[in-house]
């Protein structure tokens, strides 16, 4: 049994803002595998 929080990857996705700049948002999933 584990009782720590199931590991999460992190996931750099390229958006533009509303001023037209690209940046690169981190957004955090939860790993499949464990």
Same mark, same amino acid.
């Given at each position: 049994?584990?009782? @720590?929080?199931?590991? @999460?990857?992190?996931?750099?996705?390229? %958006? %533009?803002?509303?001023?037209?700049?690209?940046?690169?948002?981190? %957004?955090? %999933?939860?790993?499949?595998?464990?």
């Amino acid at each position: 049994m584990f009782t @720590h929080p199931p590991p @999460h990857l992190i996931l750099y996705i390229s %958006v %533009v803002d509303p001023a037209g700049i690209p940046v690169e948002r981190p %957004v955090s %999933v939860p790993c499949p595998y464990g």
